[in-house]
DNA sequence: GCACAAAACTTTCGTCACAAAACTTATCTC
DNA sequence: GAGATAAGTTTTGTGACGAAAGTTTTGTGC
């Protein structure tokens, strides 16, 4: 079938598109890659001659977006000099949720410079008392910065609906916020640092199709499901998060599961969030709503049975509503990330099964269930879209 | 907020990229605008320079894609020569469903040079009775070609499972046809016009995105719901139609509206389709399953309470399903398309009340259910779809 | 009726980025 | 130490675009 899709307009190419193009080719190979390439190599794998590669990396060599490395002896002929991404390139990542507020300083190669993180408990907390927590961290992150690096901006994740412009967090409700812009006290200690805002399950996602600049993660067509007290989610199709007409995309919580059951407190009732989310489960299993997923797993571990019988249904309404979407969008990939991923032994099984039985075409297609290992994946995925746009428009951030 | 996206890795770029990309927005311009734009007007709207818009016209004008019209007189200054897409590179739309039999021809411009059709009723029928019908049809368009046409593709829209390559059609329930190849016979009247087929519900979106090539239509984010017998479905975000990993995508009659409730011949329980498409609308009336929509609409106009009954269930339905949907991608825009479209003034209140209560950013977005008016869309979209191919790369279909 | 203004093209020329191919450099092997 | 091998550089040519000056075709005013 021809690819039905792609009525974006482009816009006019101009000589200088062509090197910007190209630059952003080259570049996204040398951060991508798994291991440092040489001039050469760069050619080959992009097609660009010999002659071409090298005047594009000289140019990213002098602008900082690209470092040699000492000569590589291997066999005959002339030892070929390596390309890594720059370290002095990053970005910064930062988290705010229910149980983490967390920073990170990630380069252009995707690697963690430095982290700082603790895990309050932050429901129905006061803002300011967040944020000022993440300014520390921040702070703190921002001081080991390496000699001469540049931080070229700050993503900050949150649980919650961000709108269009990345200014504002309109609603929050784990945390208990609403319609506050948490930038206002941090710009402060970013000094200029350009800083935006996003969905906590959007970012992640982000990481996970793209856990380097410029190198694609081993799904590019998934449902990010993100379950923390509420249960947040992310769609990605073709490489690309899905962030809808208005950014609010991704609230895979308040999808009916049993409409006109459990009443929830988004106005709805019967959403997948209240069998699947934290409180639901907690509730459900007879315990405090404080209870951790990893705890409850233990109960249940231990024979607990209103536990098992909780995560049971959450296993049941997760694999109804996931088949649902798996239809509607054909992704064949389920990652389970945040809390969440602790149930992850033992809700997909549960999951498996009702996919199976469930999606349509599910003879001629793979399903598969995996766990996102990183807890504040958020923060990496922040950090990690202001480093793609670096690989993708790389003149703007050449240094003088 | 950042656009979180586009990981999707670019190809290098070389001159020709810049030539093709340059014509592409020429033509698109040309190809999309409401009246004929003169090469001076198609300078102001792309950013080209003239010269540039000039040289690059000359070749489409010469490729045969872009036709000059006789000089516009219009106040002083040199009078403007007005550019239309060429009525002579057109490309085929084809449909079969379970009510239609169509064939279109559609020119670069969008406009429809000429249509055969007819309303046979294919449910549980014999592939080849259909595609001989199909064939007919197909002649007698293909005949009425132009002097010195081109026809540059034919797009095939079905209304069942297609596979990824565009060559089998997996399953059509309704038509209770099962894994074939409906290229085969129809190839021999095609003599070389490559044939594509596609999901019917996809392809109308298609259409509605992009109702003549290169030209947006009203609205870039919407869910398309085609009920027929069953109910097939398109989501288009960002201008594009999303047909996922496997080209499967779209089967919003199979999301669960209340699992566990009535089973589907398609393994699972519950499905939208079981509520809202056509067979389940007849069942619940008490009315013959061949009673079509527009009669049932009659019927509850009329004061009929179990036909009444029937489609205010299936309102809710769809309501809740949508609402979920939106929920998770935040397409503002609900497109009613096919025969459930004859009962779009009747169902809309309900679905829109639904999607006001359910929908979390309710509050911050617009919210529309409109009707796509054309009853065999499939067919224009698997034309567009060819046309668009033209539109995006030029290059390959300039004439010798 | 004729200069002049206006606007739509066209032509000429300069620039920029890439490809091709020849050339240089650095290492290994025999 | 000669030759092979491969990396990287230099030179030269080409194609496509922009800038600016030139040409064509109309309307307007005296």
Known sequence: ??????????????????????????????????????????????????????RLVDELVAGGLVEEGAALLAGPGRPATPLRPSGRVCALGLQVNAAHVAARLIDLGGRMLSESRS????????????????ADHLREVLARTPEGGRVVGAGLALPGVVDGSGERLLRAPNLGWRDLAPGTGLREQLHGIPLSLGNEANLAAHAFVQPAPGRLGRAGHFVYVSGEIGIGGAVV?????????????????????????????????????????RLALTRRAGLPPTTTLAELDRLAEDGHAASRAAIDLAAEALGVVLAGVVNLLDVPTIVLGGEIGDLADRITPTVQARLRARVMAADWMPLEVVRDPDDVAGASGGALLHLSRVVTAPVAFLAA
Not at 2 to 12: E, I, N, R
Not at 122 to 132: C, K, M, Y
């Open 119 to 134: 895990e309050p408990d932050l429901v129905g907390s006061e803002p300011a008392v967040a944020l000022d927590l993440l």
């Open 1 to 54: 079938m021809l690819p039905v899709s792609d009525a974006a307009a482009p816009l006019l190419a101009h000589q200088s598109t062509l090197r910007e193009t190209n630059l952003a080719v080259v570049l996204r190979c040398v951060s991508g890659a798994a291991e440092p390439p040489s001039r050469a190599g760069v050619a080959a794998a992009t097609g660009l001659t010999r002659s071409t590669v090298s």
């Open 237 to 277: 199709t073709d490489h690309r998060v899905q962030t809808g007409r208005h950014g609010f995309a991704g609230e895979i919580g308040h999808m009916p599961f049993r409409p006109g059951g459990d009443p929830c407190p988004c106005g709805s009732d019967g959403c997948l969030e209240r069998y699947a989310g």
